[in-house]
């Protein structure tokens, strides 16, 4: 098992940019996939983006590619979404989760943080 913590939401206007952090705590974080989802009021859950263990497999999806960019750290436990070029839609509260495996399918990963808002405004 493994506990996750998001970091580094908040409040920037239209073209800024973010850094959301990923905190693990528990064994073997380098072993787990681990994927980036937001959820805007009212919207479905999306996915945004996952990166391998070893962090040598990336896909963004086609809404944030060339925008955000994932990335981790297996000595610090941490893994990052950077956000640049922020637009208004980018607004929700966005979550990281591990997964045992490769894969952009929400349902397909175990372990979930709580969240952080971010807003973007116009």
């Known amino acids: 098992q493994v506990q996750l913590v998001e970091s580094g939401g908040g409040l920037v206007q239209a073209g800024g940019s973010l850094r959301l952090s990923c905190a693990a705590s528990?064994?073997?974080?380098?072993?787990?996939?681990m994927g980036w989802f937001r959820q805007a009021p009212g919207k479905e859950r999306e996915f945004v983006g996952r990166?391998?263990?070893?962090?040598?497999?990336?896909y963004h999806s086609d809404s944030v590619r060339g925008r955000f960019t994932i990335s981790r750290d297996n000595v610090k436990n941490t893994v990052y979404l950077q956000m640049n070029s922020l637009k208004p839609e980018d607004t929700a509260v966005y979550y990281c989760?591990?997964?045992?495996?490769?894969?952009?399918?929400?349902?397909?990963?175990?372990?979930w943080g709580q969240g952080t808002q971010v807003t973007v405004s116009s």
């Open positions: 990166i391998s263990g070893s962090g040598d497999n990336i």
């Open positions: 528990g064994r073997s974080f380098s072993s787990y996939a």
């Open positions: 989760a591990a997964a045992p495996f490769l894969t952009s399918i929400a349902r397909m990963y175990r372990n």
